[in-house]
């Protein structure tokens, strides 16, 4: 394996970077010209401090690809996805759909189940009859050529990794789209941003979309939990993670996802995907916080939402604390102080942006309560407002504010379902996770 520095990795000796945040003394001369090789590559991309260089790796051999398409109904969808899916092998689980669907195509095999068993039992079904080497999963409202696949599959090089994602972008396929499908092209529910990365609980990216997957068919069990209508994707990478599978995700590479056409069904999802917290907190404990925050800096953040005249102290108190904790903590290089007050400065603005989200995202329906009785919470709202405007440099507020609203709404509707918080709780900085937790399948 080799590796490159990502880009904003503080070089040197000392690399500063990664996520989470991280320190790396290397050995003088370890890094020429930002590549490194064998052992030290598979750390810095564990790490999140490089990338994998995959210019020389041929992709997959289509032979050894098998594609499985999950689908109820949808027939104009499903033959959009096969259309860019030529000529690799296609298995479409027709799950139940009211008329049978009959897709054509010598590269195509159709597996009808006569009782509706969800996304994650079809794709097990599929799984269960796929022979090659590697299988992705494709869901029928993705378009994503055959070519990006069998690129995907260069990450299998390192034979760590058992399961690769593309960069999924919303695509609207109205004539004259309307304002909530330009807002899904721009900020789709299934976009996990530009930047590749190590996938993993805490990490820049958490979790992957089963909307596109490219996985080792034997690495990968009996597949998804079928118990789960909603995120199950999310349960089976942190199960492979734990199992001390390695995930990758590439934004190099892109697959387009439908939006949704009517805004009850944009919304719909939205909720939908909010109600999947519940279940995973049952599972996985608490790598489903819903924000990560040290003591110093949630109490500093919060002091500045809250726009009084004791804010900015606290907050320079705050920072200050954490100036003194990494300090001790970081190694003993040259710039270790002016490196301790930057970092403590990137946490403090993580920590405005976490609780912001906290405010008008996750918790927004006791907040909501709350703000009407006290000013206090109406200032913080009004503060995490600013924040998620100079965020999202003001675009997509109407559009933001309803993703919000109805992801939120689903979370609680599964929390207290459930009768558990842990799907809204929060983590302290700096907990570990143990491995085992997970009791999915």
């Not at 109820?72 to 689980?93: I, S, T, W």
């Not at 799950?95 to 159709?110: F, M, R, W």
């Not at 805490?202 to 995120?231: I, Q």
């Not at 819903?290 to 907050?315: G, K, Q």
Request: hydrophobic share 45%; aromatic share 4%.
């Amino acid at each position: 394996m080799r590796a490159r520095l990502k880009p904003g990795v503080r070089r040197g000796d000392v690399l500063v970077g990664g996520s989470p945040m991280r320190v790396a003394r290397l050995r003088p001369g370890a890094l020429p010209a930002g590549i490194a090789d064998g052992a030290l590559a598979r750390r810095l991309l564990d790490g999140n401090l490089a990338d994998p260089v995959l210019d020389d790796v041929p992709p997959l051999d289509p032979a050894d690809l098998t594609v499985v398409l999950p689908v109820h109904g949808r027939a104009d969808e499903l033959g959009r996805a096969l259309a860019a899916l030529r000529p690799l092998r296609c298995l479409v689980v027709d799950d139940a759909s009211p008329v049978p669907l009959t897709p054509d195509g010598p590269h195509v095999e159709v597996i009808r189940l006569e009782r509706n068993v969800g996304p994650a039992g079809a794709r097990n079904a599929g799984l269960a009859k796929v022979s090659t080497s590697y299988v992705a999963f494709v869901d029928c409202d993705v378009t994503v050529s055959a070519e990006t696949l069998l690129r995907l599959g260069r990450h299998f090089a390192d034979d760590r990794v058992a399961l690769v994602a593309p960069r999924i972008v919303g695509l609207a396929r109205s004539e004259r789209p309307r304002w909530f499908e330009r807002y899904d092209e721009r900020a789709a529910s299934l976009g996990l941003g530009d930047v590749g990365c190590s996938v993993r609980p805490g990490a820049a990216v958490g979790w992957l979309p089963s909307a596109c997957l490219v996985g080792r068919t034997d690495r990968l069990g009996e597949g998804f939990d079928p118990s789960l209508r909603v995120g199950e994707d999310v349960d089976l990478v942190w199960r492979l993670v734990d199992e001390g599978q390695v995930v990758r995700y590439d934004p190099g590479e892109v697959a387009h996802h439908d939006a949704r056409a009517t805004l009850r069904g944009w919304l719909g999802r939205k909720y939908v995907y909010g109600t999947g917290g519940a279940p995973l907190a049952a599972r996985h404990g608490d790598k489903g916080a819903v924000a990560v925050l040290s003591p110093a800096m949630a109490t500093a953040a919060a002091a500045l939402l809250l726009r009084r005249r004791w804010s900015v102290p606290v907050a320079l108190l705050g920072a200050g604390r954490g100036v003194q904790v990494l300090r001790r903590t970081l190694p003993d290089v040259p710039g270790r102080d002016r490196l301790a007050v930057d970092l403590a400065a990137r946490g403090l603005g993580w920590s405005l942006r976490q609780e912001s989200a906290l405010l008008l995202r996750h918790w927004w329906p006791p907040v909501a309560v709350a703000a009407v009785l006290s000013r206090s919470v109406r200032r913080a709202v009004v503060g995490a407002l600013v924040v998620d405007l100079v965020v999202s440099r003001g675009s997509g507020l109407a559009g933001r504010r309803l993703d919000d609203l109805a992801y939120g709404a689903g979370l609680w509707a599964g929390v207290l379902r459930a009768r558990s918080w842990g799907a809204v709780s929060v983590r302290g900085a700096g907990t570990r996770h143990p491995r085992g937790r997970a009791t999915g399948r």
